[in-house]
């Protein structure tokens, strides 16, 4: 009975492993998945009831197996298939650097009041600890905002129950709705109202329905109000993906619609859970979310996934990495976008340039940071951390070569532009040097890493 029962085992648990490897590629648009279905049902499979009566019988020529065989084989854990690692999200106080928290995708949140040499699990208690977004109120570092429930539509990811509030630093928190957003991409709060508060809701990744879109509130989460969505019936599915708001002035917002399903052997986003309709791209708002207008200009059509940057030095830069299916779709390895990639707009998003074509494993990734200090230095994540200093036309990868794959998150703190040197005698001819911020927090599937010197040197 041992025998045969190792052997059910083994041949469910390479069928187990096939089926998760498939559900990691993206189902080509055209193909999507249907609510309720399965899939093809395999060949029967005959297979005799256990007995403990029952003697195997070896096949023909094949060695028996025996007890022996198995006498030093032990059980070990393979499960449940949830991470605690991943870092989905960072966020610096703005008055006190020391200070920063780090959201992860499945183990809560945890804060620091040394810089990193120690951290506090200051979420536990609470009922969902898969995070998705974490925010420090600009004006006022003791209120901070978590939306639960992360957001990269993997097949492990985990969901939540809402957005959170805490007035004391994180010693206190209340959920302060949204409860069936299920995941939240970003939550950006007003830098002068710390009770006003944009919340990317991207909606249940298996389901349709529930709170999908961007939402607003203005009286610290009392009420909310949805004011970004797709039009139905297309709303079901689809979510609100990123959103940034112009560092000087807040009534100008960006927000992008993303449309994303999986089931337990697919994945499908952008046209292909929408009927084809093209719902998803990149809004933008001048009046505080009050009214909206999809951006075009040189963006692609048939998005999927839109990660959003937006340079505090200058805020008519805005930045894009964009799935696109227009030019079809690629496979899961593919680091380049036959239409998407990154764009870049000069003019508030009237215009958009295609910078790169860039934009690896966008369901998982689609992460764009702008530094604070200079807006040709872009950040772009993936499974190392791209860094380019032309605006996003060329990225290296050799400043993280020693930090765990699959970046998720990116904090920058500003002001940290080292004081300009005089230039040495044979170096007065050539032009300064650009500003750039040296301190950034990197998260990825291994933790946290920092750096004081723009990603060159770094401490786990």
Known sequence: MTTRLLCFCAFLFSILAASILLAQEETPPGRPPVSGASPAASPAVTTPPLSSSLTPTPSPGAPQLTDVLFKNLKARSIGPAVMGGRVS????????PFVFYVGLGHGGVFKTNDNGVTFDPIFDKQPALSIGAVAVAPSDSDVIWVGTGEANDRNSSDWGDGVYRSTDGGEKWQNVGLKNSRSIARIVVDPKKPEVAYVAAMGNLWTDGGERGLFKTTDAGKTWKLILQATAPYDARTGCGDVVVDPTNPEIV????????????????????????????????????????????????????????????????????????????????????????VFRSEDAGEKWTRMSAMDPRPFYFSQIRIDPANDKRVYLLQFALLVSDDGGKNFREDLTEK??????????????????????????????????????????????????????????
């Open 254 to 341: 960006y927000a992008v619609l993303y449309a994303r399903q999986r089931t337990p052997w697919s994945f499908t986003s952008g046209p292909g859970v929408t009927q084809a309709e093209d719902v998803g791209g990149i809004f933008k708002s001048s009046d505080g979310g009050g009214s909206w207008k999809k951006l075009g200009g040189g963006l692609p059509a048939q998005t999927g996934r839109i990660g959003l940057a937006s340079s505090p030095s200058n805020p008519k830069v805005v930045m894009a990495v964009v799935q696109s299916y227009e030019g079809g779709s690629g496979q899961l390895t593919d680091l380049r976008s036959k239409t998407g990639g």
């Open 403 to 460: 930090v765990h794959p699959d970046c998720h998150a990116l904090a920058i703190q500003p002001g940290t532009v080292p004081p300009v040197k005089p230039p040495k005698p044979e170096d007065k001819n050539k032009p300064p040097k650009p500003p750039v911020c040296q301190r950034v927090l990197l998260g990825t599937d291994g933790g946290l890493y920092q750096s004081f010197a723009a990603t060159e040197r770094r401490a786990e």
């Open 89 to 96: 999200d960072i966020a610096i106080d703005p008055h006190n």
